[in-house]
């Protein structure tokens, strides 16, 4: 009976299939008339929205002449980059770097030069860190762990490119885990150097990008020795390679590891050091001084000594941005092409439920790093980071962007793999680019430092300001709402429409509610684990898994407020856009934290199901918007670099084109050895 059940149905979908080719309905399907149809009735100007998501109107003019530049210029462009080898890859992006680094000396206009290195960063995941690597880590490093004068020893030629530099910090026993590193730098008082081994092997620099095949210099971290004591970890300038020959220095091993998930054009290696031995000068002094004499002054703070790291977190947001809007544009374009059953599967509730609110935070991620981002560039521009000053806010910041990386870099992983699914079958393919972003991007979530111990680095600030609001003491920035005693005193949400949750307001104290009652209630367990005679370390491994989540509603209600007084700060058409993505990114953050929330008793669960109705209610209200929304982030097609992405709509005759001009195609070359035997005619 079952069986000729699903007869039926099947015949049913023949049948459609029949009169939908009679009535001529796929002889007129056009999906470029479909997007140019979307786009006829938006709500809002799309320059308007992508100004505001690009940086204004200025900025996008630029980014319209380094596409020109960039797709003008054939070595910095890759050619079917997805059939290419390893080999290949890692030449042609070092050409795109050697190009790029005559450009950018070339342009004299700032922001331009702005335009290009974000449409590079973009466009190629492995030209931007190679260039990532050498011009803000490497060169970040040297400025912020440096003096002045160190600095400028090194700053042209690193602009220039005179030397190649790559950041020797994690090791293959030792990742996150920073004071376990074992690589030693040891004083030599009689000829004013230090001596830098790799005493083991599990002391060797590894996952170092650039250090495989073309760094000439690295900036390494070393647990530094005087008099056999150990003072603890600093940066050192180690020089690699011969610039002239690219030979090894003596005393340096290094080679690169292979293949690898991702990013194929980029030569992550490894580094051991055998006696090497580099002057007195070569170790980084702004916080830490080691004298002729071998007098060691510490830092102020141990701190300092990661701060490099934080703006590497923090660029980790915008890559969740960037990654997660070309994954969101090219399921958005194709999901309004698709017809299923005379209905572009865009207009599925299910549907818009999965992409929409990937859309949403998209922006908010965006403009959240936009904000925090600058902030933390001025503040190593202030006083030229003077000690004071710097310690100030070093704390707030490596709390930020602890939490953020952590957060929404696995916000990140399932944005992606939705998106992908959202293509069907085709996301399968390479050349949509989706399997190849999630590639690229996974390094987000373990590079920089793992999410699961950046999330309890977070917490371990959040417990530390509670206690300082308990003190009477100064709070960061990003925790005076600790301090909220009104919303503190909140028992739960005083809702029972699903109407009263478009309140960004309401939803936004929910938020700012939940982080304080977590930061409480985990800081209770801690302490009670403590009162019953566990060490700190024990408490802390006793409660672990509260220790983690602990910052989740912080670094949730830390983005969507950002991005609420973005939207206070913008006008005309696209407040109101911008207010209904707020909404919906409140709501299903509200809603992946529904656990938490259900657990304190601040929702119930009627309202929860309130919630996902609204939520429901609010994509269906974005929908006709969501076409417009992709296009504002302003990704051009070499950017998308997918067939069923493509601006214009042409997908499948372009999909039908990329696929059959590739590589392999006819009678395989081995069809005489493997095929033939076993289909040859004169066969017994």
């Known amino acids: 009976m079952a069986s000729l059940e699903r ?41 308007e929205l992508a100004a505001f998501y690009c940086g204004g109107h200025d900025f996008v003019n630029k980014l319209d002449m380094a596409d020109l530049i960039m797709q003008r210029d054939l070595r910095l462009m890759k050619q079917r980059e997805f059939d290419i080898d390893m080999p290949t890859n890692r030449k042609l992006t070092m050409a795109q770097i050697r190009r790029y680094a005559e450009i950018i000396t070339k342009i004299k206009d700032p922001e331009l030069v702005k335009a290009l290195k974000y449409r ?31 600095y400028a020893k090194y700053r042209d030629d690193i602009k220039n490119w005179n030397i190649i530099g790559c950041f020797a910090m994690t090791e293959l026993g030792h990742s996150s885990f920073l004071r376990g590193l074992e690589t030693t730098a040891t004083y030599d008082k009689e000829h004013q150097e230090f001596i830098l081994v790799s ?22 971290l070393a647990q530094l020795y005087i008099d056999g004591e150990n003072k603890g970890l600093q940066w050192f300038i180690v020089p690699m390679r011969d610039r002239n020959t690219g030979e090894l220095k003596p005393g340096v091993s290094a080679g690169h590891l292979g293949a690898k998930y991702g990013r194929g054009g980029l030569d992550n290696g490894w580094i051991q050091f055998s006696s090497v031995r580099i002057p007195r000068e070569n170790m980084l002094a702004r916080w830490a001084t080691v004298s002729k004499e071998g007098e060691y002054v510490p830092p102020p703070n141990l701190a300092v000594s990661y701060a490099t790291l934080i703006g590497e977190r923090l660029l980790a947001v915008a890559g969740v941005a960037n990654f997660s809007g070309m994954a969101a544009t090219i399921a958005v374009r194709y999901g ?35 904000d925090v981002f600058n902030d933390w560039i001025n503040q190593l521009e202030i006083d030229n980071l003077t000690q004071g000053s710097f310690l100030e806010v070093v704390q707030d910041f490596h709390a930020i962007a602890a939490g953020l990386k952590a957060w929404f870099g696995w916000w990140g992983c399932d944005a992606l793999e939705t998106c992908r699914r959202g293509l069907g079958g085709h996301g399968y393919s390479a050349y949509n680019n989706i399997s190849a972003l999630i590639g690229d991007y996974g390094v987000i979530t373990t590079g920089g430092g ?3 111990v950046l999330a309890q680095q977070c917490t371990r600030v959040l417990i530390g300001s509670l206690r300082s609001y308990k003190n009477g003491e100064k ?31 309401l939803l936004l104290n929910a938020l700012m509610w939940l982080s304080i009652k977590k930061v409480e209630d985990t800081a209770t ?55 209904k993505l707020s909404i919906v990114f409140l709501l299903s953050s509200v809603e992946s934290l529904s656990g938490m929330f259900l657990e304190y008793g601040f929702i119930s669960p009627k309202q929860i199901k309130l919630l996902r109705s609204a939520l429901a209610d609010a994509c269906s209200e974005l929908r006709p918007d969501i076409i417009g929304l992709v296009d504002a982030f302003y990704f051009p097609d070499y950017i998308i670099k997918s067939p069923l992405g493509r601006k214009d709509g042409d997908t499948y005759n372009n999909y039908f084109k990329t696929i059959t001009s590739g590589p392999h195609q006819g009678v395989p070359e081995y069809f005489k050895e493997e095929i033939y035997p076993l289909t040859r005619t004169d066969r017994n």
């Open 120 to 150: 590079i960063e973009l466009y190629d995941s492995s030209f931007s860190m190679r260039k990532y690597v050498h011009e803000t880590l490497f060169d970040e490093t040297i400025k912020v762990q440096g003096t002045d004068e160190q």
């Open 450 to 452: 793992d999410n699961i």
């Open 336 to 370: 309004l092409t698709r017809v299923q059953n005379k209905k572009k599967i865009m207009d599925f509730q299910s549907h818009q439920l999965l992409l929409t609110p990937i859309i949403a935070g998209v922006y908010a991620a965006s403009t959240a790093f936009n």
């Open 475 to 505: 709070l960061g920035d990003s925790v005076q709402y600790l301090a909220d005693e009104s919303i503190r005193q909140q028992t739960g949400l005083n809702v029972d429409r699903k109407s009263d949750f478009m309140n960004a307001e």
């Open 7 to 47: 007869m039926k149905t099947v015949l049913s979908h023949l049948i459609d299939l029949k009169s939908m080719s009679q009535n001529g309905t796929n002889a007129n399907y056009d999906p470029k008339k479909i997007l140019a149809q979307e786009r006829s009735q938006l709500s809002f100007d799309v320059d």
């Open 525 to 579: 367990s801690l302490f009670t684990s403590i009162n019953n005679g566990k060490t700190l370390g024990q408490a802390w491994d006793e409660n672990q898994m509260d220790c983690v989540h602990t910052s989740k509603p912080h670094s949730y209600y830390l983005v969507a407020s950002l991005f609420e007084k973005n939207i206070k700060h913008s006008e005309g058409s696209i407040r109101d856009v911008l207010s």
């Open 199 to 220: 005493p083991t092997v599990t002391s060797t620099k590894w996952w170092i990008g650039m250090a495989g095949q073309t760094a000439t210099h690295t900036v390494a």
